[in-house]
């Protein structure tokens, strides 16, 4: 059983997490951990603005 520690919710760190889930077992764990509660990805903002999303 691994425990996959990825540091930082960037715009690396959440994609290498969902790259990771997809190749590891079903009995390892992988955590995120990011210096802020919540992921914003910057680009989107105007989205946001307009309710794209």
């Not at 715009?11 to 969902?18: M, N």
Request: hydrophobic share 45%; no cysteine.
């Amino acid at each position: 059983m691994a425990h996959i520690v990825v540091m930082g919710s960037g715009i690396g760190g959440i994609p290498a997490a969902y790259e990771l889930k997809d190749v590891i077992g079903s009995g390892d764990r992988i955590t995120v951990i990011n210096n802020r509660p919540y992921f914003q990805f910057t680009p989107s903002n105007p989205w946001a603005a307009v309710g794209w999303r």
